[in-house]
């Protein structure tokens, strides 16, 4: 079995960069959501499969991957040391 890694792409939504895949152009859309330590490419093996017959999204999650991690650091000082 061949699989060939669908075409990165990133999107920033704030100041969070975010690394997705958008595959397929039919019938309903599907969303792909990695669990925690995960990344986009957990998908690889059911993403071409699914873009057969839907439009696909798979992302890496905020902290995740190749997206952006400063969020997670900047609320993690923050519960660690409030401000009074």
């Known amino acids: 079995?061949?699989?060939?890694?669908?075409?990165?792409q990133y999107t920033k939504v704030g100041q969070i960069n975010t690394r997705?895949?958008?595959l397929g152009d039919?019938?309903?859309?599907?969303?792909l959501?990695?669990?925690i330590g995960g990344s986009l490419e957990d998908w690889i093996l059911n993403a071409d499969a699914l873009a057969k017959h839907h439009r696909v999204y798979?992302?890496?999650?905020?902290?995740?991957?190749?997206?952006?991690?400063?969020?997670?650091?900047d609320?993690?000082?923050l519960v660690f040391f409030p401000t009074a």
């Open 75 to 77: 609320c993690l000082y």
């Open 1 to 8: 079995m061949s699989t060939q890694t669908p075409e990165v």
């Open 26 to 31: 039919k019938g309903s859309t599907v969303l």
């Open 20 to 22: 997705f895949w958008a």
């Open 58 to 73: 798979a992302l890496d999650l905020v902290g995740s991957g190749h997206s952006d991690k400063h969020f997670f650091t």
């Open 33 to 35: 959501i990695h669990g």
